[in-house]
C-alpha cells in the first residue's frame, strides 16, 4: 500500500496527518486541537488562529467516517432546493457549500419540484444528515410532517416560505422593495403603473406594490396587476398586454429579471424606449442584470449574506444546541438604466 508523506520541521510521517501531529506542531493538547476543529467556545483566539494556520498550512481535515463513528454524527448537511431556480439561490447554496465543507460537513443536495416530492426527500434525508435546509415548495408549511420532526428537536431550516410559520425560517421582505420601486417610478412621473406577477409568492408583492401607490397618490386599479408567465418568453409576451391596457403604460414592475429583460427585448423590438417611453424594473438581482442594454434597475435580495446566516444558526444548533432563530432579510432597489 502506499502512504502520502508528510513532515514537519522535518519530521516525516508515513500517515495521514493526524490531530496529535498538530497539537505537537500547535504545542498544545490534542483536545484544545479537536475543540478548535469543532469550532467549540473557551478557547484563546491566539491558541486558535494559531491551529487554524496550521491545518490550512498541511491541508489537513478531518476524517469523517472516523468522527462519525466516534460521535454520531453524520458530519452532512440535507439540502433540498425547490421549484424555482434563480441566481440568488445559487449563490446562498455555493455559500453554504464553502462554510459547511470548511467546518468538515458534506452537503447532500437534490431538488424538489411539488410538495409531495419535497416530503418525500424530507423522510429519505433525515436518517442520512445531522440538519435540512429546506427551500421550500410549502404554500402553507405547517404540516404534520414539520411537526412530527420539529417535536423530536431534529434541525431544520425553512428558507422563503410563502407565509409566515411557527418553525425555524429565513423570509424576505418583498413587499418593501416593490413600495420602494412603485415610489421611485412615481417620483419620476410613472403615475400608470402595472404590475406583472407569475403564480407564486404573489401577495407580499401585491401588499408592496398597493402600499407604493397608496403612500404616492396613486389609486389602485385591478388591472394594474397582471398575469404573466415564467422567465424571457412571458416578459416578451407582455408587450401584447401592454397594448390592450385602458390608460397608456410608462412604467412596469416585474416578479424576476428574466422576465424584466425579455420585457425589455420585446419593447425594443415595438421601437419603444427604455426608460424615455417605458420604465421597467426586474427583481432578484441577478448576475447579468448590470450588463445588459439598458442595465436592469432591479430589486435585490440577499444572495451570499442569506447563506452565511444559514451556516451560521445551523452549526450552532447541531454543534452547541442553540437553538435555531427566524430572521427577516430587507430587499434594496439598485438603481440603474432601465428605470
Do not use: W
Not at 259 to 272: F, I, T, Y
Amino acid at each position: 500500500m502506499n502512504y502520502n508523506i508528510y513532515a514537519i520541521d522535518g519530521i516525516k510521517y508515513d500517515k495521514m496527518l493526524t490531530i496529535k501531529d498538530i497539537a505537537q506542531k500547535a504545542g498544545c493538547s490534542v483536545r484544545t486541537v479537536s475543540r478548535v476543529i469543532n469550532n467549540a467556545v473557551n478557547v484563546k483566539e491566539e491558541t486558535r488562529e494559531n491551529i487554524i494556520s496550521i491545518t490550512r498550512q498541511y491541508k489537513y481535515s478531518p476524517d469523517p467516517l472516523a468522527r462519525s463513528l466516534k460521535t454520531k454524527k453524520r458530519y452532512t448537511i440535507g439540502v433540498i432546493l425547490g421549484a424555482i431556480d434563480s441566481d440568488v439561490n445559487r449563490e446562498r447554496l455555493e455559500t453554504m457549500t464553502r462554510l459547511f465543507n470548511t467546518a468538515g460537513y458534506a452537503m447532500l443536495v437534490s431538488r424538489a419540484r411539488d410538495q409531495e416530492t419535497e416530503d418525500e426527500l424530507i423522510k429519505r434525508f433525515i436518517p442520512r444528515s445531522d440538519a435540512l435546509v429546506i427551500f421550500t415548495n410549502m404554500r402553507f408549511p405547517k404540516t404534520a410532517l414539520l411537526s412530527a420532526i420539529n417535536k423530536e428537536d431534529y434541525p431544520f431550516f425553512l428558507i422563503d416560505p410563502e407565509c409566515r410559520t411557527d418553525f425555524p425560517a429565513v423570509y424576505i421582505n418583498r413587499a418593501s422593495g416593490y413600495r420602494d420601486a412603485v415610489k421611485y417610478l412615481a417620483e419620476k412621473g410613472r403615475k400608470h403603473q402595472l404590475l406583472a406577477l407569475e403564480n407564486n409568492k404573489r401577495e407580499s408583492r401585491i401588499n408592496g406594490f398597493k402600499n407604493g401607490l397608496l403612500e404616492s397618490g396613486i389609486i389602485f386599479k385591478n388591472e394594474m396587476i397582471i398575469e404573466a408567465e415564467t422567465g424571457f418568453a412571458g416578459g416578451r409576451a407582455l408587450t401584447q398586454i401592454i397594448n390592450n391596457t385602458s390608460e397608456p403604460v410608462n412604467g412596469i414592475i416585474c416578479q424576476s429579471d428574466k422576465m424584466a429583460l425579455g420585457l425589455v427585448s420585446g419593447l425594443l423590438e415595438k421601437n419603444l424606449r427604455v426608460p424615455e417611453d417605458i420604465s421597467v424594473i426586474g427583481f432578484d438581482n441577478d448576475n447579468y442584470s448590470e450588463y445588459t442594454t439598458p442595465q436592469l434597475t432591479t430589486i435585490m435580495q440577499g444572495g451570499s449574506s442569506i447563506g452565511v446566516y444559514i451556516y451560521e444558526q445551523i452549526l450552532e444548533k447541531i454543534e452547541h444546541g442553540i437553538p435555531i432563530k427566524s430572521r427577516i432579510f430587507d430587499t434594496k432597489l439598485i438603481i440603474r438604466k432601465s428605470a
